[in-house]
């Protein structure tokens, strides 16, 4: 359907249907109101139960951002970005919350669940206005890699690990890529109950999809490009060390 046949539209539709991945920026600045205007926009998101446990912490450094570019897995892009967003989950002032009543906070994997989901939430919001402004991003699970390291680079209390960051910054025309197929629809949107259909037959289509898409732009030949990708990478466990690291920083995995 072209834009001008669709029945419903909206700037925020508009958005993201046709955002992508951005990793390289100009350098020129955002400018500080347009920062305030994202972040104050995206902290209007849903929080469960009103308990706002995320922190959102901007980084312009450029040596923190060196080295937060290291700890994800030598990401260029967070080097190259004028402004990067670390989106953290935050059960501290929880913690405090309770002690100001002379309680004491009951951690559990629900406390981590409801601080993460937050954190992402209030993120994707971010992005979302960000990308209404023209601007571009990345996000960075890399992050993840060390999170004991990165939360003391970015000073933070017990209780506190950044879950994501974000890369923001004007996008260079000429490297934007196009948009990568999604999965069908079929595959992920169910109505009423999940579907008891085989889903074999729609995810090889989606591999050659998206291998054609890959193809297009010179890269990676595997005609599995999903699932042989996925086969590859998750048959061991990816970041086993988290949990152990999560608790040590304050948070319950059971
Ligand atoms: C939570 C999260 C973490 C991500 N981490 C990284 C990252 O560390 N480095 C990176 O280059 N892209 C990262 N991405 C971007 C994804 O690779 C990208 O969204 C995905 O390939 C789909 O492409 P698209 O956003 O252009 O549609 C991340 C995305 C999400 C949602």
Redesign the pocket.
Known sequence: MTQETKPFSSTVADTLSQ???V?FFHEKPIPEQMLQTILEAARRSPTSSNMQTYSIIVVRDQAVKQQLAVL?GN?K?IETCPVFIAFCADISRLEIACEMHGRSLAKTLETTLVATVDAALVGMSAETVAESFGLGA?????IRNHPREAAELLGCPPGVYVV?GMCLGWPQEEKV?P??PRMPDELIIHYESYSTADPRPLLAQYDEALAAHYGKQGRNLNRAAYTGVIANRLDKPSRPHLRNTLEEMGFRLV
């Open positions: 955002r992508v991945t990793r994800a990401q892009h990345v996000m960075i699970g890399g994501y890529p948009q990568k």
